[in-house]
Structures are given as structure tokens and as C-alpha cells.
């Protein structure tokens, strides 16, 4: 090892945030399932544009407040 050693850097997140972006992650994978599934059956669910546009517009929002939570940049303690 060389005399300076390297802080590594990451992001802090707070347990909330942390929850609504693994909330955020599960409602775009339905998303993703609905969208994959729709075809020209009469059966099928349909989703609007702008119905979509909307989820997807809040969903956006919630990454947002996610990220304006968490703490840049932080050290970690190198293991000694």
C-alpha cells in the first residue's frame, strides 16, 4: 500500500428513501408487465397515453423526492 489511500465515496440514503425507490422499481415493473401485455383483444386491460403518461409522471416525481434525500458525498471508513 502507497502512503495515501483513497477514501471511497458513496451515497447516503435514509431508510425511507431507500423503501419509496424499491416502491418506485415494483410499480415500474408493473408497469412494464401491463404495457408487454396489451394486445388487440377486446379482453385485454387498456391503458391510455395520458393515463400512462401520469403514472409515469409520479412515479418520476418519487425518484426525485428519493434522491433530494440522500447525502452526497460520504466517506466510508477504511477497515482498519
Known amino acids: 500500500?502507497?502512503?495515501h489511500q483513497v477514501a471511497e465515496l458513496y451515497?447516503?440514503?435514509p431508510e425511507a428513501a431507500h423503501g419509496q425507490l424499491c416502491n418506485t422499481r415494483d410499480e415500474i415493473r408493473l408497469l412494464a408487465d401491463l404495457?408487454?401485455?396489451?394486445?388487440?383483444e377486446a379482453d385485454d386491460l387498456q391503458l391510455s397515453p395520458k393515463a400512462?403518461?401520469?403514472c409515469f409522471d409520479r412515479?418520476?416525481?418519487e425518484l426525485s423526492c428519493a434522491l433530494h434525500e440522500s447525502f452526497w458525498p460520504a466517506k466510508k471508513n477504511p477497515a482498519k
Do not use: C, N
Request: hydrophobic share 45%; charged share 30%.
Open 35 to 40: 404495457t408487454a401485455r396489451i394486445s388487440d
Open 1 to 3: 500500500m502507497g502512503k
Open 52 to 54: 400512462l403518461a401520469r
Open 59 to 61: 412515479l418520476a416525481d
Open 11 to 13: 451515497y447516503q440514503l
